[in-house]
């Protein structure tokens, strides 16, 4: 499908957006890690775009160039030194120029000879970016949070149905082992009957507030009316292409709540088994958002004010993003340094330890795989539909500071106008 140079608003479904800061990519990688030295035949191979060459991008390319069968063939960045840079790192990779480097995405999109693309931009972009892609016939990686709304997670997962496009959430704690082995424990039988589920994220936040004013630079060196995309218009000020747009309610997600929320609430739906839905009610308190599934299980959603902030009953060692499943006859918990804290001990039996959620090699793995076998990915758009919805209700209670309740068919929320009108955004038209 060729993607006009102007399409019409109605064709970029709601949105989310941006690439993140101006950054250093970390050029310098091992050879053994980018496959240098193997690589598939041209039958076999798995060619890849990449859009937004934001800081997350920096770790996950060069763990997606380690696979053999995977040649990435284009990068698109709004700001020139990142696509530069992108460049440069792609082609001295293979030791050719072939590369290319594009300002707008949809450049990339109209191309044939691209089969799946990373979507690596901030938040604003990844639901448009990843609808705008399928509906080109590439399969999609994005980074998370998927969507800024209710509705951009409602509307990406419909058009990867529609397309039936491969679709992978970057969600890489599904594809790690300590973090399988704590849900599979949960799975098991061997914590007794699961009652209460707990997620951390970062305490609540949100700046309504611009920064000052600056002159707009040449959109050659950064497009802003590209890098705003949908979200509402407002002054250049080189900071927010420097990574200080977090936390900005027109560019992030859920109050800051998906930025762990989409990976340890994500985990948690995995452990009660709740993929194909969401909890029925959400409760906002001082310290923690309490929701409760409709089998009865409690989901807690823990702030923490900074990633190591002690709390009384979790085990700090353990690491970012920790999770906790409990069980009438036992415990586990896992976080990002690997292992797992099981009581009673004797559940420890045959547990080893095992390597750090931060990894997203086995991840992207599954996702090329399944772009060739076309089989649901380990975090495809049905799971991050209803992982992402959980949260983005659990941060609207927040917001609103009152208890909601969720109709988990429909994905509105029961007797509350308000709520319901927040679960998506007014979008800007910046395609003129």
Same mark, same amino acid.
């Given at each position: 499908?060729?993607?006009?140079?102007? =399409?019409? +608003?109605?064709?970029?479904?709601?949105?989310?957006?941006?690439?993140?800061?101006?950054?250093?990519?970390?050029?310098?990688?091992?050879?053994?890690?980018?496959?240098?030295?193997?690589?598939?035949?041209?039958?076999?191979?798995?060619?890849?775009?990449?859009?937004?060459?934001?800081?997350?991008?920096?770790?996950?390319?060069?763990? *997606?160039?380690?696979?053999?069968?995977?040649?990435?063939?284009?990068?698109?960045?709004?700001?020139?030194? +990142?696509?530069?840079?992108?460049?440069?790192?792609?082609?001295?990779?293979?030791?050719?120029?072939?590369?290319?480097?594009?300002?707008? &995405?949809?450049?990339?999109?109209?191309?044939?000879?691209?089969?799946?693309?990373?979507?690596?931009?901030?938040?604003?972009?990844?639901?448009?970016?990843?609808?705008?892609?399928?509906?080109?016939?590439?399969?999609?990686?994005?980074?998370?949070?998927?969507?800024?709304?209710?509705?951009?997670?409602?509307?990406?997962?419909?058009?990867?149905?529609?397309?039936?496009?491969?679709?992978?959430?970057?969600?890489?704690?599904?594809?790690?082992?300590?973090?399988?082995?704590?849900?599979?424990?949960?799975?098991?039988?061997?914590?007794? !009957?699961?009652?209460?589920?707990?997620?951390? /994220?970062?305490?609540?936040?949100?700046?309504?507030? $611009?920064?000052?004013?600056?002159?707009?630079?040449?959109?050659?060196?950064?497009? $802003?009316?590209?890098?705003?995309? =949908?979200? =509402?218009?407002?002054?250049?000020?080189?900071?927010?292409?420097?990574?200080?747009? +977090?936390?900005?309610?027109?560019?992030?997600?859920?109050?800051?709540?998906?930025?762990?929320?989409?990976?340890?609430?994500?985990?948690?739906?995995? !452990?009660?088994?709740?993929?194909?839905?969401?909890?029925?009610?959400?409760?906002?308190?001082?310290?923690?958002?309490?929701?409760?599934?409709?089998?009865?299980?409690?989901?807690?959603?823990?702030?923490?004010?900074?990633?190591?902030?002690?709390?009384?009953?979790? /085990?700090?060692?353990?690491?970012?993003?920790?999770?906790?499943?409990?069980?009438?006859?036992?415990?586990?918990?896992?976080?990002?340094?690997?292992?797992?804290?099981?009581?009673?001990?004797?559940?420890?039996?045959?547990?080893?330890?095992?390597?750090?959620?931060?990894?997203?090699?086995?991840?992207?793995?599954? &996702?090329?795989?399944?772009?060739?076998?076309?089989?649901?990915?380990?975090?495809?758009?049905?799971? *991050?539909?209803?992982?992402?919805?959980?949260?983005?209700?659990?941060?609207?209670?927040?917001?609103?500071?009152?208890?909601?309740? *969720?109709?988990?068919?429909?994905?509105?929320?029961?007797?509350?106008?308000?709520?319901?009108?927040?679960?998506?955004?007014?979008?800007?038209?910046?395609?003129?």
């Amino acid at each position: 499908m060729k993607i006009s140079a102007k =399409p019409t +608003r109605r064709q970029f479904i709601r949105t989310a957006s941006t690439s993140a800061a101006a950054i250093s990519l970390p050029w310098i990688i091992p050879a053994d890690v980018l496959g240098k030295g193997a690589s598939a035949a041209p039958s076999d191979r798995i060619t890849l775009g990449v859009i937004g060459m934001g800081p997350r991008c920096t770790y996950v390319l060069p763990q *997606m160039l380690g696979h053999a069968d995977v040649q990435c063939v284009a990068v698109t960045d709004v700001q020139a030194s +990142r696509r530069e840079a992108a460049k440069a790192f792609v082609d001295k990779q293979y030791g050719n120029s072939d590369c290319t480097m594009y300002r707008d &995405f949809r450049e990339l999109l109209e191309r044939k000879d691209i089969d799946a693309v990373l979507i690596a931009t901030g938040d604003r972009w990844h639901a448009a970016a990843s609808i705008l892609a399928a509906k080109a016939g590439k399969d999609v990686y994005s980074e998370k949070p998927c969507g800024l709304t209710i509705g951009n997670c409602r509307d990406l997962a419909e058009t990867i149905r529609e397309t039936g496009r491969v679709f992978q959430a970057g969600t890489q704690r599904r594809s790690v082992a300590n973090f399988q082995q704590a849900v599979e424990l949960a799975h098991s039988g061997r914590l007794g !009957a699961i009652h209460t589920l707990h997620a951390t /994220v970062y305490t609540p936040e949100i700046k309504t507030e $611009w920064l000052p004013g600056e002159p707009t630079p040449d959109p050659n060196v950064v497009d $802003w009316n590209l890098w705003l995309g =949908p979200a =509402p218009w407002r002054p250049f000020n080189k900071k927010y292409v420097e990574g200080e747009w +977090r936390a900005h309610w027109d560019f992030e997600s859920g109050a800051r709540l998906l930025d762990w929320g989409a990976h340890t609430v994500d985990l948690c739906q995995w !452990a009660n088994n709740a993929d194909d839905t969401v909890p029925l009610t959400y409760e906002p308190g001082e310290e923690a958002i309490t929701a409760q599934y409709a089998n009865g299980v409690n989901l807690v959603i823990h702030f923490l004010k900074t990633p190591f902030e002690k709390r009384p009953g979790w /085990v700090q060692e353990l690491g970012t993003c920790p999770v906790r499943f409990e069980g009438d006859e036992g415990t586990v918990e896992v976080g990002d340094s690997g292992g797992m804290e099981v009581h009673p001990a004797s559940l420890k039996q045959n547990l080893p330890r095992n390597e750090s959620g931060l990894d997203v090699k086995e991840h992207s793995r599954n &996702f090329f795989d399944c772009v060739k076998s076309r089989k649901p990915t380990a975090a495809n758009a049905e799971i *991050m539909r209803h992982s992402h919805i959980a949260c983005h209700a659990a941060a609207l209670s927040w917001i609103l500071g009152r208890r909601l309740e *969720m109709d988990p068919e429909q994905e509105t929320f029961v007797n509350d106008d308000e709520a319901n009108g927040l679960r998506t955004r007014p979008e800007r038209d910046w395609t003129l």
